[in-house]
């Protein structure tokens, strides 16, 4: 049962327009979400977080929405340039579980066309 | 900088060999993870341990087993390697301040296969 869903695998997006990933959750105690971008061979790398008590974060290029009545979440890279080329993966978890765990997605890889 | 180094990147091993994958964290972090990534199948959590010598089973456990005698080190064992465990193996870090479960840093990953 996948609790945190990426449903588009593959995104290809013009240079200097905006790229949209979303994410879906269906656990109602999730309150905290991340965002990673992952090259091949090599560790995903941090991105962005949100928790729950906000609906928007905004950190340069990277916009990351939250709408907790619809369980989903959304990454805006605006603009999008060809070194954001990567797999991006959401991930969720419940604070209050006192586990510090994390549920990742399936991730969606972007190509951004020069 | 958060560093996570593991111990190999790349690694060939035999089915019914018994593999070890170190990682290692310089942060002091508590926490520490090790999932494995597959095609389709994301960042799947193996096991998990927020302080020394705890641990705790994660999505898929089966298979593997893990120590922790150092906070800084999480060590991830494959008891008998099956072709099924060919996989790229991450392990990653995060500090506890509070509840709040905090960003993960993550190492470069060992990508290991299994003949």
């Known amino acids: 049962d996948q609790q945190v869903k990426q449903n588009s695998p593959s995104l290809s997006v013009q240079e200097g327009r905006i790229s949209i990933l979303n994410c879906d959750y269906t656990n109602s105690m999730f309150d905290y979400f991340l965002w990673y971008k992952k090259y091949p061979a090599e560790g995903p790398t941090f991105l962005i977080s949100i928790s729950s008590i906000k609906d928007k974060n905004e950190d340069g290029r990277f916009t990351v929405f939250l709408n907790k009545s619809a369980k989903h979440l959304s990454l805006h890279i605006v603009p999008s340039q060809p070194g954001d080329s990567a797999v991006y993966f959401c991930?969720?978890?419940?604070?209050?579980?006192?586990?510090?765990?994390?549920?990742f997605g399936t991730g969606t890889r972007l190509k951004v066309l020069a | 900088d958060v560093k996570v180094t593991q111990s190999s990147r790349y690694l060939v091993k035999r089915t019914g060999e018994k593999v070890f994958l170190e990682c290692v964290q310089d942060?002091?972090?508590?926490?520490m993870f090790w999932y494995r990534q597959d095609p389709g199948l994301g960042l799947r959590l193996i096991y998990f341990?927020?302080?020394?010598?705890?641990?705790e089973k994660g999505d898929i456990p089966e298979g593997y087993s893990v120590s922790r005698e150092k906070k800084e080190r999480f060590s991830l064992i494959l008891e008998s390697a099956s072709t099924n465990q060919t996989s790229m193996y991450l392990c990653?870090?995060?500090?506890?301040?509070?509840?709040?479960?905090?960003?993960?840093?993550f190492g470069p990953g060992t990508r290991l296969t299994v003949t």
């Open positions: 341990s927020y302080d020394v010598k705890m641990k």
């Open positions: 942060m002091d972090h508590e926490n």
């Open positions: 990653a870090s995060s500090v506890t301040l509070g509840w709040a479960p905090y960003e993960q840093y």
């Open positions: 991930a969720a978890s419940d604070g209050t579980s006192g586990t510090y765990k994390y549920i």
